[in-house]
Protein backbone atom coordinates (compact mmCIF):
# COMPACT_ATOMS: atom_id res chain seq x y z
CA UNK A 1 0.00 0.00 0.00
CA UNK A 2 1.21 3.59 -1.14
CA UNK A 3 1.84 5.87 1.53
CA UNK A 4 -0.07 9.52 1.47
CA UNK A 5 2.40 11.62 -0.74
CA UNK A 6 3.71 14.47 1.32
CA UNK A 7 3.94 16.77 -1.50
CA UNK A 8 0.25 16.40 -2.26
CA UNK A 9 -1.63 19.39 -1.72
CA UNK A 10 -4.65 17.64 -0.68
CA UNK A 11 -4.50 17.07 2.88
CA UNK A 12 -7.16 15.30 4.62
CA UNK A 13 -6.21 17.74 7.74
CA UNK A 14 -7.08 20.47 5.68
CA UNK A 15 -10.42 19.17 4.60
CA UNK A 16 -12.11 17.15 7.17
CA UNK A 17 -12.32 17.40 11.02
CA UNK A 18 -10.84 15.33 13.15
CA UNK A 19 -10.89 13.53 16.75
CA UNK A 20 -8.56 11.26 18.89
CA UNK A 21 -9.65 7.90 20.15
CA UNK A 22 -8.19 5.00 21.61
CA UNK A 23 -8.86 2.26 19.55
CA UNK A 24 -9.85 -1.29 20.66
CA UNK A 25 -6.76 -2.57 20.29
CA UNK A 26 -5.08 -0.03 22.93
CA UNK A 27 -3.75 2.18 20.07
CA UNK A 28 -4.18 6.10 19.88
CA UNK A 29 -6.22 6.97 16.40
CA UNK A 30 -7.04 9.81 14.67
CA UNK A 31 -10.51 9.57 13.49
CA UNK A 32 -11.74 12.07 10.51
CA UNK A 33 -15.54 12.59 9.84
CA UNK A 34 -17.13 15.00 7.11
CA UNK A 35 -19.22 17.28 8.79
CA UNK A 36 -20.71 18.41 5.69
CA UNK A 37 -24.07 17.53 5.73
CA UNK A 38 -26.76 17.25 2.34
CA UNK A 39 -24.58 14.99 0.67
CA UNK A 40 -25.52 11.21 -0.42
CA UNK A 41 -22.51 10.60 0.88
CA UNK A 42 -20.39 11.24 3.69
CA UNK A 43 -16.60 10.43 3.99
CA UNK A 44 -14.75 9.05 7.51
CA UNK A 45 -11.18 8.03 7.85
CA UNK A 46 -8.53 7.04 10.57
CA UNK A 47 -5.46 7.14 10.87
CA UNK A 48 -2.81 6.00 14.36
CA UNK A 49 -1.60 9.02 16.08
CA UNK A 50 1.75 8.11 15.71
CA UNK A 51 1.89 7.78 11.86
CA UNK A 52 -0.03 10.07 10.72
CA UNK A 53 0.50 9.12 7.15
CA UNK A 54 -0.91 5.96 6.80
CA UNK A 55 -4.63 7.18 6.63
CA UNK A 56 -7.34 5.14 6.00
CA UNK A 57 -10.31 6.39 3.98
CA UNK A 58 -13.95 5.64 3.61
CA UNK A 59 -17.10 6.72 1.68
CA UNK A 60 -20.54 5.73 3.30
CA UNK A 61 -23.43 5.56 1.48
CA UNK A 62 -26.75 4.10 2.25
CA UNK A 63 -27.68 0.77 1.03
CA UNK A 64 -30.33 1.13 -2.18
CA UNK A 65 -30.69 4.16 -4.28
CA UNK A 66 -27.67 6.42 -4.42
CA UNK A 67 -28.86 9.66 -5.15
CA UNK A 68 -32.11 9.65 -3.47
CA UNK A 69 -32.33 12.56 -1.83
CA UNK A 70 -33.43 11.24 1.32
CA UNK A 71 -29.88 9.84 2.04
CA UNK A 72 -28.29 12.89 3.17
CA UNK A 73 -31.14 13.25 6.08
CA UNK A 74 -30.54 9.40 7.02
CA UNK A 75 -26.25 10.43 6.58
CA UNK A 76 -26.91 12.93 8.90
CA UNK A 77 -28.42 10.90 11.93
CA UNK A 78 -25.44 8.60 11.91
CA UNK A 79 -24.17 8.79 15.70
CA UNK A 80 -20.15 10.09 15.01
CA UNK A 81 -20.03 11.74 18.09
CA UNK A 82 -20.41 8.70 19.62
CA UNK A 83 -16.86 6.94 20.61
CA UNK A 84 -18.25 3.36 19.94
CA UNK A 85 -19.57 3.97 16.53
CA UNK A 86 -16.34 5.31 15.75
CA UNK A 87 -14.14 2.35 16.94
CA UNK A 88 -16.63 0.07 15.38
CA UNK A 89 -16.56 1.64 11.52
CA UNK A 90 -12.38 1.24 12.47
CA UNK A 91 -12.88 -2.28 13.13
CA UNK A 92 -14.81 -2.99 9.97
CA UNK A 93 -12.66 -0.16 8.20
CA UNK A 94 -9.42 -2.84 9.00
CA UNK A 95 -11.12 -5.29 8.13
CA UNK A 96 -12.06 -4.07 4.36
CA UNK A 97 -8.41 -2.53 4.01
CA UNK A 98 -6.76 -5.95 5.03
CA UNK A 99 -9.12 -7.63 2.56
CA UNK A 100 -8.40 -4.97 -0.15
CA UNK A 101 -4.84 -5.15 0.53
CA UNK A 102 -4.30 -8.88 -0.89
CA UNK A 103 -6.85 -7.78 -3.89
CA UNK A 104 -3.96 -5.26 -5.06
CA UNK A 105 -1.22 -7.43 -4.12
CA UNK A 106 -3.24 -10.04 -6.52
CA UNK A 107 -3.74 -7.71 -9.12
CA UNK A 108 -7.13 -7.66 -8.83
CA UNK A 109 -9.84 -5.01 -8.27
CA UNK A 110 -13.56 -6.65 -7.07
CA UNK A 111 -15.81 -4.48 -5.28
CA UNK A 112 -14.08 -3.50 -1.73
CA UNK A 113 -17.34 -2.40 0.32
CA UNK A 114 -19.02 -3.71 3.37
CA UNK A 115 -22.49 -3.17 4.44
CA UNK A 116 -23.59 -2.44 8.06
CA UNK A 117 -26.48 -1.65 10.42
CA UNK A 118 -27.53 1.68 12.14
CA UNK A 119 -30.72 1.76 13.96
CA UNK A 120 -32.27 -0.71 11.27
CA UNK A 121 -31.13 1.24 8.32
CA UNK A 122 -28.44 -0.37 5.78
CA UNK A 123 -25.03 1.69 4.68
CA UNK A 124 -22.09 1.08 2.55
CA UNK A 125 -18.69 1.27 3.92
CA UNK A 126 -16.41 1.94 0.57
CA UNK A 127 -12.50 2.10 0.70
CA UNK A 128 -10.93 4.47 -1.00
CA UNK A 129 -7.06 3.27 -1.10
CA UNK A 130 -4.28 5.35 -2.24
CA UNK A 131 -2.60 3.78 -5.17
CA UNK A 132 -0.22 4.99 -7.93
CA UNK A 133 -1.87 5.14 -11.68
CA UNK A 134 -4.21 6.95 -13.22
CA UNK A 135 -7.27 6.78 -11.08
CA UNK A 136 -5.97 7.07 -7.34
CA UNK A 137 -9.13 7.06 -5.34
CA UNK A 138 -7.91 8.25 -2.15
CA UNK A 139 -6.87 11.49 -3.82
CA UNK A 140 -9.86 11.52 -6.24
CA UNK A 141 -12.60 11.69 -3.20
CA UNK A 142 -10.41 14.15 -0.99
CA UNK A 143 -10.82 16.27 -4.07
CA UNK A 144 -14.29 15.75 -4.22
CA UNK A 145 -14.44 16.52 -0.73
CA UNK A 146 -12.42 19.41 -0.33
CA UNK A 147 -15.23 21.15 -3.36
CA UNK A 148 -17.58 20.71 -0.84
CA UNK A 149 -16.07 23.13 1.86
Known amino acids: MNELKETSELNINNILPSTEIKGDDGVDYIAYVEDTIGYTDRAFGYAPVLDEDKVSLFQIMTDGEKNDPAN ?16 NLMTLGKDLRAYVEIDIEKGEMRK ?27 ENYLKRLSSRR
Open 72 to 87: AEKLSKLPFGDESFLK
Open 112 to 138: WSKTFKVDGEKYVLTYTPDIEGPINPY
